[in-house]
């Protein structure tokens, strides 16, 4: 009996260093694998810190272009309400302002994390957050300037390709022809519509273009702060 119950202690003693040693090496597996995914997400916020610092010098170049195209745009629309202007004024706004712009944000470290299916790595709730709702504002922003273009071929390159001889370096001096240039384009209300409809892309409160960027300008600025540098 005592022999029995004494190799009975010795299985149990085993059975217990073997559950023992069992557990230890899954601690220890699960230490390195969280370990190895922490580095792997530091990896990705130092990517989206990189294409984030790229994204607010692309940002604040498209804000100075619109609004500039905005200040363009609103000559043009006082000549169509009847204000004097000299060609030289009129197309030094006009051709400006038929220049498409497009904001080219950096996607390169989210099309990564995204195609990996590794988003749950950033483990910042917020940071995982906000990317998602700025990428978002990425796409509202791609939309809104589709919609800029159709406009654009409708009612603004479509009239002035095929009414006026194109001379996008000027110089536009005060003579008879760049007058009747003028005069022809006032004269298209395709062209005034094309005019009214960006000017109001541009300024619609709460969804125009202008909104829409000073909102992304702000959600990479924020971003920025929460990403740590090291």
Same mark, same amino acid.
């Given at each position: 009996?005592?022999?029995? %119950? ?16 069992? %557990? ?29 610092? %790229? ?125 009747? %240039? ?49």
């Amino acid at each position: 009996m005592r022999s029995t %119950a004494g190799m009975m202690r010795r299985h149990f003693a085993e059975l217990v260093v073997v559950f023992v040693g069992v %557990a230890l090496a899954f601690a220890v597996e699960n230490v390195r694998e969280d370990l190895s995914e922490r580095a792997v997400g530091e990896q990705y916020l130092r990517g989206f810190r990189v294409d984030l610092l %790229a994204d607010l010098a692309m940002l604040e170049a498209q804000q100075k272009i619109r609004r500039s195209q905005l200040e363009d745009a609103l000559l043009v629309l006082g000549v169509f309400d009847g204000r004097p202007v000299h060609p030289q004024q009129f197309f030094e706004a006009y051709y400006p302002m038929l220049l498409n712009q497009y904001i080219a944000p950096n996607r390169n470290t989210m099309d990564e994390v995204l195609s990996s299916g590794s988003l749950r790595l950033i483990r910042d709730d917020e940071i995982r957050t906000r990317l998602l709702e700025l990428y978002a504002t990425y796409d509202r922003i791609g939309h809104l300037e589709e919609h800029m273009a159709r406009d654009f071929d409708s009612y603004l390159y479509d009239p002035t390709f095929s009414s006026i001889r194109i001379q996008l370096d000027g110089p536009w001096e005060d003579t008879p022809a760049n007058r009747r %240039a003028v005069e022809t384009l006032l004269n298209d209300l395709r062209v005034e519509n094309g005019v009214r409809l960006f000017v109001a892309n541009l300024e619609l409160s709460g969804s125009g273009l202008l909104d829409e960027l000073d909102l992304v300008h702000s959600e990479v600025e924020q971003l920025l702060q929460l990403i740590p540098t090291e």
